[in-house]
């Protein structure tokens, strides 16, 4: 039994007196690795993993539904132990209720701790009536000129307050341009504002805006997304080594210690147990860790639609008319 200290034990306190276990294990999985996610998802919580990241748009709630079926059914864990997360897509930027009633019911549960707004944009719906993609056939963004970001999370917030579905109110993807839209014109706080967020891209000021006015960070894309760029930097490397952990574990330790919630995704249960400990890193060691991204930024996740969203080091994907 190892004697290292577990990132699984801790917490923390949102500004509407809720608490969010700071891990948690993200869910945006390929469509072909179902299976695997359900084995990861069984896996983390068998793990002591009390908090789950998941959005209608990812597809993968059916199948966490079905892990936590499992779970539930064999008295492994119960709801009311569990930190569940959940995300309104731009498409359904006005039937946030519509977005929660599926995700309640793919989830198999009957609240989500958290409901997101999950980027402030607005789609128009696909003539097919799935609203899933945002592009039309010519590779242009489908945004609906009618639509008000805002209006998404007027709609999460009348769910918390007159439904029994949803504890929480985030955002995501917000910069300090929409957090000052949003508390002019709408006064209640979200508890978090899940963005990108490590070594390569620290963001400091933008992270230290939301935090003074009482809302916490979540950092998604630890590792730098698909293939895990950032468990590659010597530095994380050399600090996982020093402290006997994986380099994923610097990398949610770098959030963990500083405050801030992590969800880091894996689809490979043996891989779970390499998320679980916590690096007590100094202040020196986070501060070298965050001038990797001073030197050298970079963002992983640059979708077309959030080009003009208003954050730093956001290069602009070509679009389809571009590259043709
Ligand atoms: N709000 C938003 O707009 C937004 C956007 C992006 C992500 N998110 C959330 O944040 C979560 C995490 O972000 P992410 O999924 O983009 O990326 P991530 O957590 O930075 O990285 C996930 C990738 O790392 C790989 N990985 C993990 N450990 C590894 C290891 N030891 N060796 C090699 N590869 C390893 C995983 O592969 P395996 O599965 O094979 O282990 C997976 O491909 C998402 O799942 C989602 O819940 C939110």
Known sequence: ??????ATNRTIELNDGNKIPALGLGSATPPEDHQRLIDAVKAAVRAGIRHIDTAWYYGSEPYIGQALKELF???EVQRKDLFITSKVWPALWDRAE???KQTLKDLGVDYVDLLYQHWPVCFKTDEDGLPKK???E???IKFDEKGDYLETYKQILRLRDTTNHVKSIGVSNYTEKQLDRLIEEVGVLPVLN???LHPRIPQKKLVEYFEAKGVKIEAFSPFGAQGAPLLKEPKVEELAQKYDVSPNEILTSYHIMSGRSVVPRTSTAERVNQLIHLAQLTKEEIAALDQIGIDEPKRFIQED???DIGFEHWKKVPSWEEKK
């Not at 039994?1 to 577990?6: E, G, Q, T, Y």
């Open 1 to 6: 039994m190892s004697n290292k200290a577990l």
């Open 73 to 75: 059914d064999n008295g």
């Open 305 to 307: 639609w959030g080009t």
């Open 194 to 196: 899940q963005i990108e």
């Open 134 to 136: 945002p592009f039309d």
């Open 138 to 140: 010519n590779g242009a």
């Open 98 to 100: 519509q977005s929660l």
